[in-house]
C-alpha cells in the first residue's frame, strides 16, 4: 500500500487548497484566502469535525469530494452511474497520492464495483484552481456514467449567489439571489453553450459587490451540455459544483474505458468580482497563444449588417474603400457567399464558392481588400446543412438525428453529424480546400440552431459532437498556421471556457445596440477577456432593437472589446467618417491597455450609471467610461469614483472625446474636463464631479500617473 499524506495543500497567489486525506476520503477543508504558513492542519481538520446532532447517524463523516450515499451523505452525489442496477452507490478508498507545487492526484478505488476514480487539482500561478476527474470501470460488465460533477465546499459565510441568463441578443443578464436549502441547477441542454449559459456561477458573501467582499466561482470547460449546481442542506452546509449534463446512454463504459469529465475552473477573490475577473484575464493571457499576446486585435469590419445576402464586388470594394480611409484592419465577408446560399433557406453544407455572386472566385474581392492595407476573413457555419443543398441531397443520413425521425428545423437547417468521420472529413476538406486557395487570416465560425434529437446510430451524441468541433478547430489551426477562428452563435451562442481554447474571439451578441451592449459586455466581461469579444460599432439605427443612439456612445461602447465596425460605411457622412477615423486612431493608440490592463467596475448607488475601466498592471494609467444608461433621479450625478489606482500618487485626469461630442444636458460643466490632479486615494474616496450627460451617453475619462 502506497504512502498517503494525512493532508495535501497548495497555493498560489494568495489562494489556498487544503485537502485532508486522513479520514480515509479526500475532504477539501478549505479553498479560499491564503490561511498563513504557520497554520497547524491537523488543527484546522479537528476543529472541522462537525458536532453530531440527534435523528442522525451515530457519527459524522465527512463525505468527501466524491459526496457518497454509502458514507451516509443525502445531498447530490458527484458519481451517478449504474451497472445493470447495480454499483449505483460505490464507496471509494484512496488508492494513491502524487503532487508536486502546483498540482495534486488522488486516485480511488471500489474494487467490489470495479470503478476507479481520480481527481487532479491544479493551482495556477494566478491562483486559479482547475478540478479534472475521471472515472474508469473495471469490471467486466457496463458501467453507465449518468453524471461526474466536480464540487467544492461553501464556507458558511457565503450566502448568496449569481449566475446568469438570456435570450438572443439579450445574453448574460444577472441573476442573483439568497442561498437557500435545496439545490439550484442551471441546466444548459442545447447541446451548445447557448445564450442561456451563465460561462460562471458565482457563490459570496453577503453584499459583496466589484471591490469588496469573498467570492468563489466556478465554470465549466465545455461548450456542450453542462449543469452548474449551489446546493444548500438541512445541515446547513452548502457546496457549488459544476458538470457535464450527460443524456441518457451517452457515457457507457466498457471494461477498462474511462470518461474524462470537462474540467472545472475554480476562482476565488477576497477582493469582490473584480477580483474573479483579474484572476481569470491573467490566467488566460499567460497562454503563449493568448490572442493579444499572439499580436494586437486587428480593427474589423463585418459586413453582414451592411449587405446581409446581397454580395456584389462593386458594393463590398466601395465598403473596403471607406474602410481603409478610417484605418479598418480586417475585412469580413459573412453569410452567403457559397453554394446557392442567397438567403437562409438553402446552401449550408456545400462549402464551395459561389458561381452566381463570385463568378471569378474570392480573389478579386480579396486582391480588393488586401490592396488596401486589410486582412481578409471568411464566414462558415460548418456543423450545419439546409435540406435544401447539395450535401443533404447526397447524404441525408449525415444529420444527428433519432432513426425514423427528422429533427425540427432551426433557420431551416439541420445539424450535420460531425461524430461520423466521412461527414467529417468532407467538412474539413471542403474548408481545407477554401483556406488553401485564398489568403485568408480568420474565419468567423456561426451555429444558429440548438441541437435536438441529437443522436449518432440512436446513441445520444452532444459529448461527441462537442468533441468534434474543438478537433475541427485544432486541425483548421494544424493546417492553417495563424488562422484565427471567431466562434459565433447566432451572436453570443458559445461563449464558455472550454472554446476559449479553441477559438480567438468571440462574436459577443448579435445586438449592436450600444445600450443593451453595456449590459452584455459587462457581464460577459465578468471571466472572458475584452480582447476575446467582438464589440462593433453598429448602424445608426440597431437592426436588432430599432434604437437610435449617437456615433460617440456606440463608439465608447465598442471600444472595450475587440473592436469593429458592422454597418453600412458607404452611407456615412464625411463627419462620420472623420469621427471613426479618430475612433481608430485611439482603439489602435489605447488597444495595448485595454487588452492588458485589469478591469475595474464601480459600484454605483443608483442604476442609472455604470462606471467601468482598464488599469495598467503598473497603475500607470487608466481608460475609464462614464455611461448615462438612462435618466438620474437626482439632479446632478453622484461623484465620479476610480478604484485600482495607487493611492500616493498623482494622477492627471481628463475628459477625453474620440469620436464627436456626448450630449451634456446641464447648464454648465464642471471646470475640470480638460484636466486635474488628484491623488490616487482622493480618486477613490472623493471623486470628481462629472458633467451630467443625457441619457445613452457616454465619454472616456483618462488617468495618467504623474
Ligand atoms: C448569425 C450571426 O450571429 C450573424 O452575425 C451573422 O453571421 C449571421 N448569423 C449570418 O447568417
Redesign the pocket.
Known amino acids: 500500500m502506497p504512502h498517503i499524506p494525512a493532508f495535501v495543500a497548495l497555493n498560489a497567489d494568495g489562494v489556498q487548497l487544503i485537502v485532508s486525506l486522513s479520514s480515509g476520503t479526500p475532504v477539501i477543508l478549505h479553498f479560499g484566502a491564503d490561511l498563513g504558513s504557520s497554520l497547524d492542519v491537523a488543527a484546522l481538520g479537528l476543529a472541522s469535525q462537525e458536532a453530531v446532532p440527534h435523528a442522525d447517524l451515530d457519527e459524522h463523516i465527512s463525505p468527501g469530494i466524491w459526496r457518497e450515499d454509502s458514507r451516509g451523505f443525502h445531498g447530490r452525489p458527484a458519481l451517478l452511474g449504474q451497472t445493470n442496477g447495480q454499483n449505483w452507490a460505490p464507496l471509494f478508498a484512496i488508492q494513491g497520492v502524487t503532487s508536486d507545487p502546483d498540482s495534486i492526484e488522488i486516485a480511488c478505488v471500489d474494487q467490489s464495483a470495479g470503478l476507479e476514480i481520480a481527481v487532479n487539482y491544479k493551482l495556477s500561478k494566478e491562483g486559479v484552481l482547475r478540478v479534472s476527474q475521471r472515472v474508469k470501470n473495471q469490471s467486466n460488465e457496463t458501467y453507465a456514467v449518468e453524471e461526474l460533477n466536480a464540487w467544492l465546499p461553501l464556507p458558511d459565510h457565503v450566502t448568496e449567489t449569481m449566475d446568469f441568463t438570456g435570450r438572443w441578443v439579450k445574453e448574460r443578464q444577472p441573476q442573483r439571489r439568497e442561498i437557500q436549502v435545496g439545490t439550484w441547477s442551471r441546466e444548459i441542454r442545447e447541446g451548445r453553450s447557448g445564450h442561456d449559459y451563465t460561462i460562471v456561477q458565482l457563490a459570496m458573501t453577503p453584499g459583496a459587490n466589484y471591490q469588496t467582499g469573498e467570492v468563489w466561482s466556478v465554470g465549466l470547460q465545455w461548450s456542450g451540455n453542462t449543469r452548474h449546481l449551489v446546493e444548500k442542506l438541512p445541515t446547513g452546509r452548502a457546496s457549488i459544483g459544476a458538470g457535464e449534463l450527460l443524456l441518457p446512454g451517452e457515457v457507457i463504459l466498457a471494461q477498462g474505458e474511462e470518461y474524462v469529465a470537462p474540467s472545472l475552473v475554480v476562482s476565488y477573490s477576497a477582493e469582490g468580482i473584480d477580483g474573479i475577473t483579474d484572476r481569470h484575464y491573467r490566467w488566460l493571457r499567460s497562454r503563449s497563444n493568448h490572442p493579444s499576446v499572439v499580436r494586437p486585435r486587428p480593427l474589423t469590419l463585418?459586413v453582414?449588417e451592411a449587405v446581409y445576402f446581397d454580395h456584389n464586388l462593386e458594393k463590398l470594394t466601395q465598403l473596403a474603400d471607406v474602410a481603409q480611409v478610417i484605418g479598418v484592419e480586417r475585412f469580413v465577408l459573412?453569410?452567403g457567399w457559397f453554394g446557392s446560399r442567397r438567403n437562409?433557406r438553402s446552401g449550408l453544407g456545400d462549402w464551395v464558392v459561389s458561381n452566381d455572386v463570385w463568378p471569378n472566385g474570392l480573389k478579386p474581392l480579396i486582391d480588393v481588400v488586401k490592396s488596401r492595407g486589410m486582412e481578409f476573413g471568411l464566414?462558415f457555419?460548418g456543423e450545419m446543412v439546409n435540406p435544401d443543398s447539395d450535401l443533404f441531397r447526397e447524404h441525408p443520413d449525415w444529420i444527428l438525428h433519432v432513426e425514423g425521425r427528422t429533427p425540427p428545423e432551426g433557420r431551416f437547417q439541420q445539424v450535420l453529424d460531425l461524430t461520423h468521420q466521412a461527414a467529417f472529413e468532407h467538412v474539413f476538406s471542403q474548408i481545407d480546400a477554401i483556406l488553401s486557395e485564398y489568403d485568408i487570416a480568420y474565419i468567423?465560425w456561426?451555429h444558429?440552431r440548438t441541437l435536438t434529437d441529437a443522436a449518432h446510430f440512436g446513441k445520444a451524441a452532444v459529448r461527441e459532437q462537442t468533441k468534434a468541433i474543438y478537433r475541427l478547430f485544432d486541425e483548421l489551426k494544424l493546417h492553417h498556421p495563424g488562422l484565427e477562428i471567431e466562434s459565433?452563435?447566432?451572436?453570443g451562442g458559445r461563449i464558455d471556457l472550454g472554446m476559449v481554447n479553441h477559438a480567438d474571439r468571440f462574436?459577443t451578441s448579435?445586438c449592436n445596440d450600444a445600450l443593451e451592449r453595456q449590459y452584455i459586455q459587462r457581464y460577459t466581461q465578468y471571466v472572458i477577456p475584452p480582447e476575446m469579444l467582438g464589440s462593433h460599432i453598429g448602424p445608426t439605427e440597431s437592426h436588432t432593437t430599432h434604437r437610435t443612439h449617437s456615433l460617440h456612445f456606440r463608439a465608447i461602447t465598442a471600444l472595450f472589446g475587440h473592436a469593429g465596425l458592422e454597418w453600412d460605411l458607404t452611407q456615412t457622412t464625411d463627419e462620420e467618417r472623420a469621427q471613426l477615423k479618430s475612433w481608430a486612431s485611439y482603439y489602435k493608440a489605447n488597444r495595448s491597455l485595454i487588452h492588458s490592463g485589469r478591469m475595474v467596475r464601480i459600484e454605483q448607488p443608483d442604476d442609472s450609471v455604470f462606471v467601468h475601466g482598464v488599469v495598467a498592471q503598473d497603475k500607470s494609467r487608466a481608460i475609464f467610461a462614464l455611461v448615462s444608461l438612462r435618466g438620474m433621479p437626482t439632479s446632478t450625478p453622484n461623484a465620479l469614483r476610480f478604484e485600482g489606482l495607487d493611492g500616493v500618487a498623482n494622477y492627471r485626469v481628463k475628459l477625453v472625446e474620440p469620436a464627436g461630442k456626448a450630449q451634456y444636458v446641464g447648464r454648465h460643466s464642471p471646470r475640470w474636463l480638460d484636466g486635474v490632479v488628484l491623488t490616487g486615494a482622493a480618486l477613490a474616496r472623493v471623486g470628481i464631479r462629472p458633467p451630467i450627460l443625457a441619457p445613452e451617453n457616454a465619454v472616456l475619462i483618462e488617468l495618467e500617473r504623474l
Not at 459565433?488 to 451572436?491: I, Q
Request: with cysteine.
Open positions: 463585418n453582414w459573412d453569410d437562409d464566414w457555419e468567423k456561426d444558429n459565433c452563435s447566432s451572436g462574436w448579435d
